[in-house]
């Protein structure tokens, strides 16, 4: 499951995680979520290791964006559903390198994410993120993310929303 993508002039690969990825995906969270820790955020992507990244990866499927040889996206998709009980494919571990940050690469892999999810007949898509990340929130809202719920990771200093977005899938079920 390999897609090759051209964007802005530049050629990036997306493709499902391996283990020997796990180094490089580790920084990459790091690194990309150090915005978030210096607002004061603890997400754990921000500080974890290579043995919590496994352990997050073997919930669902990892996917990588690669510029050459260097991992520059990354997205965590399985399925589980938070409150509304819907068919769900769930988003975390979502991170952009922080020197593409905004360029548009996100919403590549989001885009890849909703399509699959809708694809294979989910009717919807969640994922959380924390309340005081403002441009998070409103990044979602854009999408077509809605609000569900409030809640309170343990271990957190803030509380989060729960995100979700209604798919194609989901109205073609209906008929």
Request: aromatic share 12%.
């Amino acid at each position: 499951m390999n897609f090759n993508i051209n964007h802005n002039n530049q050629h990036y690969m997306f493709r499902l995680a391996s283990d020997s990825d796990v180094p490089q995906i580790r920084t990459l969270l790091n690194e990309s979520y150090k915005e978030l820790a210096d607002m004061g955020l603890n997400y754990t992507a921000s500080y974890q290791d290579e043995e919590e990244t496994r352990k997050r990866m073997a919930k669902g499927r990892t996917f990588v964006l690669l510029s050459g040889k260097e991992i520059v996206g990354t997205i965590l998709y399985y399925p589980r559903n938070e409150i509304t009980g819907k068919n769900s494919a769930y988003l975390e571990q979502f991170a952009i390198s922080p020197k593409l940050k905004r360029s548009g690469l996100g919403s590549i892999i989001m885009d890849f994410c909703e399509q699959l999810a809708n694809d294979e007949k989910y009717e919807a898509i969640q994922l959380n993120t924390a309340r005081p990340a403002t441009h998070l929130v409103e990044w979602y809202k854009r999408r077509g993310y809605k609000i569900v719920a409030e809640t309170h990771i343990e271990g957190k200093v803030y509380d989060s929303y729960i995100f979700e977005k209604t798919l194609r899938a989901a109205f073609s079920k209906k008929k």
